[in-house]
């Protein structure tokens, strides 16, 4: 299995003090900055779009790992790739032909991720495995930080893990340390942490403690 990597959200972080957060995020040995992008209509939040992160990029060296909640993604994926994103994930349930989105993203030079709601089978992303370079399994609703764990979605980590022995498989929502271990057992290696890392008095404690 891919070694364990921590992607920080800066979602629930002070975005009044955006370079702050990205600083802590930076200082504190996760090596993924997770980036919420919502458009207020695949979910009802709008939050940020490639011009915040081109303003970021200077600011880390971290991998910048983008998570497009949004219906169209056909229309972001050359934004962020020139933003400078390095992963790009959007949804199975968003209107695309993922098949085109992956080579669209693999065209632009980066890596491309394909993410599944809670409610979601696996079936639905399994054609789309192969090519993509990460598989994104929602552990909360997507819409915001801050949401308690789904525990039904721990079948669909172990079931991609068995089809994917190699790949990334990402978790989004609800990590802690306790959720961390059962997700790493299930076989989930990227873990995404949001409103866990940023309220952590010490965040490089708070990074191993998911790492395990
Ligand atoms: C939810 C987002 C998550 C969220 C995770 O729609 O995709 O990335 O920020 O936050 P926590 O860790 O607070 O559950
Ligand atoms: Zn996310």
């Not at 199975?92 to 599944?116: F, R, W």
């Not at 909360?140 to 308690?148: A, I, N």
Request: charged residues 20%.
């Amino acid at each position: 299995m891919p070694e364990t990597i921590i992607s920080a959200s800066i979602l629930n972080s002070d975005l009044s003090n955006l370079r702050g957060a990205v600083k802590r995020a930076n200082d504190s040995g996760a090596g993924w900055l997770h980036f919420d992008v919502m458009d207020g209509e695949f979910v009802q939040q709008i939050t940020f779009g490639s011009s915040v992160l081109e303003a970021v990029k200077p600011h880390t060296s971290a991998f910048l790992d983008v998570h497009l909640m949004v219906t169209h993604p056909q229309r972001q994926v050359k934004l962020f790739a020139d933003a400078g994103a390095d992963m790009i994930t959007f949804h199975a349930e968003s209107y695309c032909d993922p098949a085109k989105v992956i080579d669209e993203i693999h065209a632009l030079g980066k890596k491309a991720g394909i993410a599944i709601k809670p409610g979601t089978h696996v079936v639905t992303a399994r054609p789309y495995i192969a090519a993509a370079d990460m598989v994104l399994i929602m552990t909360v609703e997507p819409g915001y930080g801050g949401q308690g764990f789904i525990e039904s979605t721990l079948g669909k980590i172990r079931e991609v893990r068995a089809l994917a022995p190699d790949k990334d498989i990402e978790v989004d929502g609800g990590i802690n340390p306790e959720t961390a271990e059962r997700v790493r057992e299930a076989g989930a290696n990227v873990l995404v942490a949001g409103t866990y890392l940023f309220r952590s008095a010490d965040m490089s404690e708070a990074v191993r403690s998911l790492k395990g």
